[in-house]
C-alpha cells in the first residue's frame, strides 16, 4: 500500500475591490491597451483597510474546508505560503488556524514567493506520507498591493490581492490511478536575487521596502525554467505531456504561460488562464486559478493537472497531482 496526500477541497477568495487597468490609468502613466497587449491583464483585486492576507487566508481556508466536507478542528497541519505577511512574526498561518479552531497541530509560513504555494504543497505532501500529519491546509494567500510602487508603472500594473487554499488528506492505496500528488519537483537558484526583489528587509532597512524587477530578464529565465521542471515532473512519474488533462500555472504573464506551453507543445485549451481576471498575485495564483477550474467543471475527479509556478529567489518548481 502507498500513502498519499490526496486533494479533497479547494478554496479561494479575493478582496472587494476590482480595479480594472482603465481605473488603474487614471493614477498611473499607462492605459488599458498597453497593460493588455504586454501581459494580458485586465483587472485585479486589491485590499482595502482592513482586509489582510490572514483574512484572505482565513476565507480562502473556510472554503476550502466547506468543498471538502470537513471541519477545522481537523486539521493537525496548516502550512501557509505569502511574502507578506500580517506581521514579522508570528506565521501568519497561527492567526488561520486560531480562527479555524485548529489549535494544537502544526501550523507556519513558507517563503519562496510565487512559487510559495508549490513549496508549501511540497512540505505538506512529504509531512502527509511521513505519518507526521493526517489532514493538510496548503494555502497560499498575498496583499503584494502593500509593497508595490504606485509610481512604477512596469511593476504595479501587474500584481494583484487574493488567496487560495486546498485540503490534503493522507488516505493509503495500492491502485496505480488512484488519486494524490505523484511528484513534486522544487528548485532555486540565489544567483538572480537581483532581477526580483523587495528592497528592504527586517536585518537590513528596518522598512517593508517595495517590489524591484527587471522584467525583460525574468521572463526569459521562466520559460526556460518552467519548461524544464515540468519535464522533470512528467519523467518521474512516467506521464507524457499529452496525458496531461489541464496544466495550473503561475498567473504571471499571458505571454509566459504562452511560451512554456509551446515549448512543451501543450495546446493552450489546456492551461487555465486566469491572469487577465486576478493579475499575479505571487503565491495565491495557482491555488486560486485551480479553485476557479474545479468550480467552474473543468477539472475533474481522475484526471491529471500540473501545477507550476516560478518566483523571486529566483524559486521555481512544479508538481503533479491526480484528482
Request: contains cysteine; proline residues 3%; aromatic residues 4%.
Amino acid at each position: 500500500m502507498v500513502q498519499r496526500a490526496v486533494l479533497i477541497g479547494t478554496g479561494s477568495a479575493l478582496p472587494a475591490r476590482r480595479v480594472t487597468n482603465a481605473e488603474l490609468a487614471e493614477r498611473v502613466d499607462t492605459t488599458d491597451e498597453w497593460i493588455v497587449e504586454r501581459t494580458g491583464i485586465r483587472q485585479r483585486y486589491i485590499a482595502a483597510e482592513g482586509e489582510t492576507t490572514s483574512t484572505l487566508a482565513i476565507a480562502a481556508a473556510r472554503a476550502a474546508l466547506a468543498a471538502a466536507g470537513v471541519e477545522g478542528p481537523s486539521i493537525d497541519l496548516i502550512v501557509l505560503a505569502t511574502a507578506t505577511p500580517d506581521q514579522t512574526f508570528p506565521a501568519t498561518a497561527t492567526i488561520v488556524q486560531d480562527a479555524l479552531g485548529a489549535n494544537g497541530g502544526m501550523a507556519f509560513d513558507v517563503a519562496a514567493v510565487c512559487s510559495g504555494f508549490l513549496y508549501a504543497l511540497g512540505v505538506a505532501d512529504s509531512m502527509l506520507r511521513s505519518g507526521m500529519a493526517r489532514r493538510a491546509l496548503v494555502i497560499g494567500a498575498e496583499t503584494f498591493s502593500r509593497i508595490l510602487d504606485w509610481e512604477d508603472r512596469t511593476t504595479c500594473v501587474l500584481f494583484g490581492d487574493g488567496a487560495g487554499a486546498i485540503v490534503l488528506e493522507a488516505r493509503e492505496s495500492d491502485a496505480a490511478d488512484a488519486p494524490g500528488v505523484l511528484a513534486t519537483r522544487l528548485h532555486a537558484d540565489g544567483a538572480h536575487n537581483q532581477l526580483l526583489y523587495v528592497d528592504g528587509g527586517v536585518s537590513t532597512t528596518g522598512t517593508v521596502g517595495k517590489l524591484r524587477m527587471k522584467g525583460k530578464e525574468v521572463f526569459k529565465h521562466a520559460v526556460t525554467n518552467l519548461s524544464e521542471v515540468l519535464r522533470e515532473v512528467l519523467a518521474d512519474t512516467g506521464v507524457s505531456a499529452e496525458q496531461l488533462d489541464w496544466v495550473v500555472p503561475h498567473q504571471a504573464n499571458q505571454r509566459i504561460l504562452d511560451g512554456t506551453a509551446k515549448k512543451l507543445g501543450l495546446p493552450p485549451e489546456k492551461v487555465v488562464v486566469t491572469v487577465d481576471r486576478h493579475a499575479n498575485t505571487s503565491a495565491a495564483s495557482v491555488p486560486l486559478a485551480l479553485d476557479t477550474a474545479v468550480r467552474d467543471g473543468r477539472i475533474q475527479p481522475g484526471q491529471l493537472v500540473m501545477l507550476e509556478a516560478m518566483g523571486g529567489g529566483f524559486t521555481w518548481g512544479a508538481s503533479l497531482i491526480r484528482i
